[in-house]
């Protein structure tokens, strides 16, 4: 799999999970180090458990690009709040912001999984936690359920990525063409399913 593309996305993938993150901690009225923190753990938090996971040390720690990004964004972030924006603009911004991250970090988990030569259940899984761990931390530090269990067509946006890119893999058709074709198909489906409310079928007693 291409470096390029893992790096691009990954990239993608921080700027728009530090700005959900920046976003989530002015809605939850943080202090400026709350704030800083959970964008952090927003942008980084899933990166860093695919990474352990595969035994590699986290590019977190070992590259200062994240720490760029999340700073970049809080500046970016901070110019945004001195605009009045309407509760409805906020809300648009962050499930953009939120899907874009969900869908690159998707990628970056497949592309890693498949990479280290693990089998379809494994980029499944890389995918999943990658797009979603940084999420779960986000949401729990804020006392909320992650959105991973409730929103709509949330984690199952990842499993078809993994599933996707797994497929091209075996048939020799990866290539950054196909990648953003992945990209933009799996953005445009999530954001539908969030209008739409598409969802899981849940359990009722």
Same mark, same amino acid.
């Given at each position: 799999?291409?470096?390029?593309?893992?790096?691009? +996305?990954?990239? $993608?993938?921080?700027?728009?999970?530090?700005?959900? !993150?920046?976003?989530?901690?002015?809605?939850?009225?943080?202090? @400026?180090?709350?704030?800083?923190?959970?964008?952090?753990?927003?942008?980084?938090? !899933?990166?860093?458990? *695919?990474? #352990?996971?595969?035994? *590699?040390?986290?590019? +977190?720690?070992?590259?200062?690009?994240?720490? &760029?990004? #999340?700073?970049?964004?809080?500046?970016?972030?901070?110019?945004?709040? *001195?605009?009045?924006?309407?509760? @409805?603009?906020?809300?648009?911004?962050?499930?953009?912001?939120?899907? &874009?991250?969900?869908? +690159?970090?998707?990628?970056?988990?497949? &592309?890693?999984?498949?990479?280290?030569?693990?089998?379809?259940?494994?980029?499944?899984?890389?995918?999943?936690?990658?797009?979603?761990?940084?999420?779960?931390?986000?949401?729990?530090? #804020?006392?909320?359920?992650? +959105?991973?269990?409730?929103?709509?067509?949330? !984690?199952? &946006?990842? $499993?078809?990525?993994?599933? #996707?890119?797994?497929? @091209?893999?075996?048939?020799?058709?990866?290539?950054?063409?196909?990648? @953003? $074709?992945?990209?933009?198909?799996?953005?445009?489906? *999530?954001?539908?399913?969030?209008?739409?409310?598409?969802?899981?079928?849940?359990?009722?007693?």
């Amino acid at each position: 799999m291409s470096l390029d593309v893992f790096l691009f +996305a990954s990239w $993608i993938g921080g700027v728009a999970f530090a700005l959900s !993150g920046f976003l989530i901690g002015v809605r939850k009225e943080l202090d @400026l180090m709350g704030v800083f923190t959970l964008s952090f753990l927003t942008a980084n938090g !899933g990166g860093v458990l *695919r990474d #352990v996971l595969i035994g *590699r040390t986290p590019y +977190a720690l070992t590259d200062m690009t994240g720490f &760029i990004i #999340v700073v970049l964004m809080f500046g970016v972030g901070y110019l945004l709040c *001195r605009f009045k924006y309407s509760t @409805l603009e906020r809300r648009s911004l962050f499930v953009l912001s939120d899907s &874009i991250g969900l869908v +690159a970090f998707s990628i970056t988990g497949a &592309i890693a999984g498949i990479d280290a030569g693990l089998s379809v259940f494994g980029v499944m899984l890389l995918s999943f936690i990658t797009a979603t761990g940084g999420g779960v931390l986000r949401d729990i530090l #804020v006392n909320e359920v992650p +959105a991973v269990f409730k929103s709509d067509f949330y !984690g199952s &946006i990842a $499993i078809l990525v993994a599933l #996707v890119l797994y497929g @091209l893999d075996v048939m020799e058709m990866s290539s950054e063409v196909n990648f @953003l $074709i992945v990209f933009a198909v799996f953005l445009v489906m *999530r954001l539908v399913a969030y209008k739409m409310r598409w969802h899981l079928p849940r359990l009722k007693f």
